[in-house]
């Protein structure tokens, strides 16, 4: 089991540049979570999802765009990268809503 | 609205004493309580959680959190510390009727030997 896994590790974008943020989990489970973490400010909901073809937003959605076409992947879109944008990024996905959540190794996204 | 308060951004401990790192949580209804905890360049690990039954959880490592309903917490605790429980540690809360959690903005926890 690799558990939930993310690519790429480590990304410096411009300003007004797009990408995909890749998660994906070996786990079958049916939910997953886009985080980000800023320092001292813990971590924020992007978005989330309840199983494949259902998405819905979390506390800060916007600049971001997702998808669920599987239960295994669940890519995280940044169309036009902002400064604001600099942060760490977490996948996770869980087994159910009363469960805990499993981590990826998160990605470093820098925008200059 | 609804959130997971941790007052202290760090706490320090001696190797071999108990600690205690707070949380304290504002949500409508029953909630369910869980701790993370992340070392430097990793993603979040689970610790423990409180969905419902005794009020006292016990988790990963040695940890334990004690749920406290009159005074909305969960705080977590260590009888003895390692210095290899140094890291970040995250309190988290899913409100009732929701598929989401709110997390605490992170006690960093720094055991010298």
């Known amino acids: 089991n690799a558990g939930v896994t993310q690519t790429p590790k480590f990304r410096i974008l411009k300003i007004g540049q797009s990408m995909t943020l890749q998660c994906t989990q070996d786990m079958n489970h049916n939910y997953m979570y886009w985080y980000r973490q800023d320092p001292g400010m813990g971590l924020k909901l992007i978005y989330y999802?309840?199983?494949?073809?259902?998405?819905d937003k979390g506390e800060v959605p916007n600049g971001y765009n997702v998808s669920r076409s599987t239960t295994e992947d669940f890519p995280l879109r940044l169309e036009l990268a902002a400064p604001s944008q600099t942060s760490v990024y977490f996948c996770?996905?869980?087994?159910?809503?009363?469960?805990?959540?499993?981590f990826g190794p998160g990605t470093r996204l820098t925008v200059l | 609205a609804q959130s997971v308060a941790q007052p202290e951004d760090q706490v320090n401990v001696a190797e071999g004493n108990p600690l205690t790192v707070k949380c304290t949580y504002s949500?409508?209804?029953?909630?369910?309580l869980f701790w993370y905890v992340q070392y430097p360049n990793r993603g979040l690990q689970f610790l423990l959680k409180y969905i419902t039954g005794d009020n006292l959880v016990k988790g990963s490592y040695g940890f334990e959190a004690e749920f406290n309903k009159s005074q909305t917490s969960f705080h977590l605790k260590k009888p003895s510390a390692l210095v290899s429980d140094s890291a970040l540690y995250f309190c988290?809360?899913?409100?009732?009727?929701?598929?989401?959690?709110?997390f605490g903005t992170g006690t960093r926890l720094q055991v010298f030997p």
């Open positions: 949500v409508s209804g029953n909630p369910y």
């Open positions: 996770a996905s869980s087994s159910g809503t009363y469960n805990e959540q499993f």
């Open positions: 988290a809360v899913r409100p009732p009727n929701t598929d989401k959690l709110i």
């Open positions: 999802s309840v199983g494949a073809g259902i998405t």
